[in-house]
Structures are given as C-alpha cells and as structure tokens.
C-alpha cells in the first residue's frame, strides 16, 4: 500500500533559524500522487498548509515552501526563518487523483514543531 | 462559515456500550470522510461519502463500526459494543474538490 515517512516525533528550532521536515513517500498504487502538508495550531483543526499536484512544482504558504521530487520521492517542508507562531503539528500526505478521485489521505505520523524565542 | 463540525468533542463511554459520533460538513460540500487518530498508527483513513453515498469504506473495522450520511447536512459514525482499543481521536472532513476541510475531532475514551 501507499505510505508517508516524516521526520517523526519533535524538532526544536530557535526562532529567526531555518527548518527543515524531511517527507519521502511510497505510492505503489498511484503513478504521482498529489502531496500536501497539513498543520495542526494548538486547540485547532487539521488545516492543509499546501499541495503541489505536479511533479518537479514547489509549493509555499506562510513563508514554508516544499518542492515535489518524484526521482527521489521527497516533498521535505522548509523555511528559512521560523516564528514562535509557527509551533504547532505538521503533516506529511498523499492521495491519488486518478479519475478525479482525490480523496484518502495517507498521512505520516507527524512532526511536532517547538520554536523557542 | 462555521467549518465541520463535530460533536460531541469528547465522550467517554464504558466497555460494551455504544458510541455515536456527529459531524456536519462545510455546507454545499459533496464529500464527506471519517479518519481516526490514535498513537501507534497515526491519522487514518475509515470510510467516504461523496453526495451521501457511501463510496469507500477499506478503512472501516469489519465489526461494531458503521457510518451513515442520511441527509447532505451531517453524518454519524457508530461504534457498538465499545473496547479500549478504540480509544482515538476520530475526525471529520469534508472537501468540494481538492481541498479536504477537517473538523477539531471527538476524543473517543472507552473505559
């Protein structure tokens, strides 16, 4: 079946340095699946944090960027200068979009991000 | 808009009896999922509805579980004769095309 591996359990990082989460993938089912990283805020919902629906495409939003790379399987989340804002649970999924079915996500087990000031 | 909801956001329930869990979509969404959280195996997939009609359910434990959408404004996941093991957070979404929408989760206790 299909599965997700993120950097597991908690990274810490300084506020104002870069962080990296790494994400590989395995969609033995699915030629080139959609990736997405999601986040989970404190007392808040799973909100998607982006995708990136095309091979070789980087996505961004709130200043984290990640780049889909389907010869090394990877979609690592990044940014360059976190803020205390930024701590919260980030996660790593695919899903197929073979016949306009995109839908079951495959997510990884989750990162919890710590920023300390 | 309110997002999905889900209600209860927590319940406890006592080994052997039954749990309802609610969840009303992003009005005007036609999909609705259920996942469950839990420790060990992370966030996964149970069952979809697209338009109220159940499409996949590989996720879904053979036995004591089921999930219903009977009108376009909310769904329920039961889960008869409650065991530990089903302790989880159990989560909602709904999405109208490629964005999936999740709800804030029931946290599920069976004691």
């Known amino acids: 079946g299909d599965s997700v591996t993120q950097t597991e359990g908690q990274v810490t990082v300084s506020e104002s340095k870069s962080l990296i989460i790494n994400c590989t993938y395995s969609a033995t089912s699915i030629a080139y699946p959609n990736l997405f990283w999601y986040v989970r805020y404190p007392g808040e919902g799973l909100q998607l944090l982006l995708k990136v629906i095309t091979a070789g495409q980087k996505g961004s939003s709130r200043g984290f960027e990640a780049t889909y790379n389907k010869e090394t399987t990877s979609f690592h989340l990044q940014k360059a200068s976190v803020q205390e804002s930024d701590s919260a649970v980030y996660y790593c999924?695919?899903?197929?979009?073979?016949?306009?079915?995109?839908?079951?996500?495959?997510f990884g087990k989750g990162t919890l991000l710590t920023v300390t000031p | 808009n309110a997002g999905v909801i889900q209600t209860p956001r927590h319940k406890v329930t006592g080994k052997g009896q039954e749990a309802t869990l609610w969840c009303e979509p992003i009005s005007g969404h036609s999909a609705v999922f259920w996942y469950r959280q839990t420790i060990v195996q992370g966030l996964e997939f149970l069952t979809y509805?697209?338009?109220?009609?159940?499409?996949?359910d590989s996720g879904m434990p053979k036995e004591r579980f089921s999930a219903q959408m009977p009108n376009q404004s909310h769904s329920t996941l039961k889960i008869q004769s409650t065991q530990p093991q089903d302790s989880a957070v159990y989560l909602c979404a709904s999405s109208l095309d490629s964005e999936v929408f999740f709800g804030k989760g029931t946290r599920l206790t069976v004691v």
């Open positions: 999924a695919l899903s197929d979009n073979s016949g306009g079915s995109n839908y079951k996500l495959t």
């Open positions: 509805f697209r338009n109220q009609a159940p499409i996949d």
